[in-house]
C-alpha cells in the first residue's frame, strides 16, 4: 500500500470536492455532539449500562467513518503509485492502452480522471466526498466509509425522530419545522435557534442516510460481478460473490468491518488484469 503526501491528499481538486468534504467534515463532528449531549441523555440514563453501550457504538462507527474516508483519500490508486513496466508478454501488452493526458502506456481497467488529472487503476469514479477517485487499492474504505455513514446516519434519525416527534413534539409540530426542512439556510438565518439547528442536523442524517443507502444499491454489481461504473454489467472479471468481495476487501475481508488499520492484502496488483471471457 502506497500513501499520498497529506497535502496533496487533503487538498480538494475542485470547489465542489471541497464543499462536499466540508459538510462531511462539519457534518459527522455536529451530529456525533447533538446524539451524545442533546438525545442520548433524554433517552437513557446517564452512566447507565444501555447509555454506555450506546455511547461505545457511536465512538466506533464515527471512528469508522473519518478512518475510512481519511484511508480513501490517503492510499494511492493511481498509476503513479509506483513505476510501471509494461509487461513483456505479448497477449498482456496488446491489452494496454496509450493515455494521452499521461503521455504513458496504462494498464487495463485504468481510466483518466479529468479532475484528478492522472488514470487510476480499476478505476470506479471520482467521490466527491473524498475528493479523490475510487480505484483498485482504496474501494475497501470508499465502501466502508458508505456503510458505517448509513449505519450511522440511519441510527441518529431514529433516535432524534424519536426526540423530534415523540418527546418534545408539542414544541416541533408546528408549521415552521416545515419551513426549516424545506429552506434550512433562509430558516436559520430569519430565526437562529438551537431548535432550528436540531432540526438541519436531523435533515442533514436523513439525506445522508438516503444518499449512503442508494450508492451502496448502485454499486451492488461491484460486488456481485467484479465489475466497475464503467463497465457495470460485465462479467469480463466475475470471480462469483466470494472471490469478488475478495478482491476489494482482501485476503481477510472477515476482518476489515473492524477497522482500515486491519491488515487485508488483495489478491491482485490492479495492472494486468486478463478477462475471464471474451465480454468485456
Ligand atoms: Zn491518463
Ligand atoms: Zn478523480
Not at 408549521?175 to 430569519?190: E, G, H, K, R
Amino acid at each position: 500500500m502506497i500513501l499520498r503526501p497529506l497535502h496533496r491528499a487533503l487538498l480538494p481538486r475542485s470547489a465542489g470536492d471541497g464543499m462536499c468534504f466540508m459538510l462531511i467534515a462539519a457534518g459527522v463532528p455536529l451530529t456525533y455532539i447533538f446524539q451524545v449531549t442533546v438525545i442520548m441523555p433524554e433517552l437513557h440514563n446517564v452512566g447507565s449500562f444501555w447509555y454506555t453501550i450506546i455511547w461505545l457504538a457511536g465512538i466506533f462507527l464515527v471512528f469508522n467513518i473519518t478512518s475510512n474516508l481519511l484511508a480513501c483519500m490517503l492510499v494511492d490508486t493511481s498509476i503513479k503509485m509506483h513505476i510501471l513496466k509494461p509487461p513483456l508478454e505479448p497477449q498482456l501488452l496488446s491489452r494496454w492502452h496509450m493515455c494521452d493526458r499521461c503521455q504513458a502506456l496504462v494498464p487495463p481497467r485504468s481510466w483518466h480522471c479529468e479532475t484528478c488529472d492522472v488514470c487510476v487503476l480499476k478505476r470506479n469514479h471520482h467521490c466527491r466526498f473524498t475528493c479523490c477517485c475510487i480505484g483498485h487499492h482504496n474501494y475497501r474504505y470508499f465502501f466502508y466509509f458508505l456503510f458505517y455513514m448509513g449505519l450511522g446516519a440511519l441510527y441518529v434519525t431514529i433516535n432524534a425522530s424519536i426526540y423530534l416527534w415523540y418527546l418534545h413534539a408539542d414544541f416541533y409540530w408546528r408549521p415552521y419545522t416545515l419551513v426549516t426542512i424545506l429552506v434550512p439556510a433562509i430558516s436559520l438565518t430569519v430565526h437562529a435557534s438551537w431548535e432550528n439547528f436540531y432540526v438541519v442536523i436531523y435533515e442533514l442524517n436523513i439525506l445522508a442516510f438516503l444518499m449512503s443507502v442508494l450508492m451502496l444499491i448502485y454499486h451492488r454489481p461491484i460486488l456481485q460481478r467484479g465489475t466497475v461504473v464503467k463497465d457495470r454489467l460485465s462479467n469480463a472479471y466475475n470471480l462469483g460473490l466470494r472471490g469478488n468481495m475478495e478482491m476489494v476487501l482482501g485476503k481477510r475481508m472477515y476482518w476489515t468491518w473492524l477497522s482500515p488499520f486491519v491488515r487485508s492484502e488483495l489478491p491482485h496488483d490492479g495492472v494486468n488484469w486478463l478477462p475471464l471471457t471474451k465480454e468485456e
